[in-house]
């Protein structure tokens, strides 16, 4: 099998994700000017208006529309079944579809509103997923696929202590969050800020247990002192101390395992990439 895909690799394998490569990150760099130029300028109407802009446009849809085509290819032969069990598939079409709905809604409408307008949330996570998917095309290569499937494993091996962690946050979240609302007024502008919903008091939680991130500050002069003082002291034991270093633990072994197997592991990444070419 390591002949095979050796033979396949360098046959058709490597030209193949060179010039998908290449295409991809032209898409990515045209799409990112699309988006900076709507930053630039304010409302979406207001690109469109150069020859620049009519360029940059042309160029990131004839690109996904490319890269879409190879997908209508692989649904083809691999059918419906097969093709929707593959969760990537279900995202590359997540990003195509809101590539072409913010070019065409940049470049053709003109909404008043600029950024704040529902075109801005679908820009920002487009940007998240082209350039998060620079890593699909850099397993292919020895010196970066063993330390993409090293961060797959490491998501793989962290799943359930994710789940653990996330416990200990909410519990201490809802801990201070009463504790904090229990009178009607805060003692301390940062309090205020910090714990003035449920939502902003289990991102404080998560800011002071896993950033450090907190003032001893807020928990003088307040109503329930000492029970806070109590609360900071155990989270910061549970969540900074013993669950992070169990957590740097944890990824440590699954880098070791990962590292002890790097050319399988760069042979194994070549096999799963030639098999989507051959799939399209």
Known sequence: ?????????????????????????WLVVAFSTFAVRIVRTGPFGEVGTTALDHCIVAVALCLTMWFV???????????????????WNWVDWACYTLVIYCLLAGYTFSLST????PGAPALALVELMLWG??????????????????????IRDIR?????????????GFAFFVLFNESDAFNG?????????????????????????????????????????????????????IML?????LMSSTYERATEHSAAASKYQRAEILLDIEAT
């Open 160 to 172: 359930e202590f994710i789940l653990i962690i996330a416990l200990f946050i909410l519990g201490f």
């Open 245 to 249: 270093n169990m957590l740097i633990a």
């Open 189 to 241: 502008e940062d309090v205020k800020y910090a714990y003035q919903s449920l939502s902003y008091a289990l991102l404080s939680t998560f800011n002071m247990g896993v950033m450090g991130d907190f003032s001893m500050d807020m928990f003088h002069d307040q109503e329930h002192e000492g029970l806070l003082l109590g609360l900071f002291v155990t989270s910061v034991s549970t969540i900074t101390v």
């Open 69 to 87: 085509q190879g997908e209508v290819w692989s649904l083809a032969a691999q059918g419906w079944a097969q093709y929707l069990r593959d969760g």
């Open 1 to 25: 099998p390591e002949v095979i895909v050796q033979f396949k690799w360098m046959t058709y394998g490597s030209k193949h994700v060179y010039t998908s490569l290449r295409a991809y990150l």
């Open 114 to 117: 600029g950024l704040t307008s």
């Open 133 to 154: 998917k620079v890593l699909y095309f850099l397993r292919a290569f020895e010196a970066t696929g063993v330390y993409i499937l090293t961060m797959v494993h490491i």
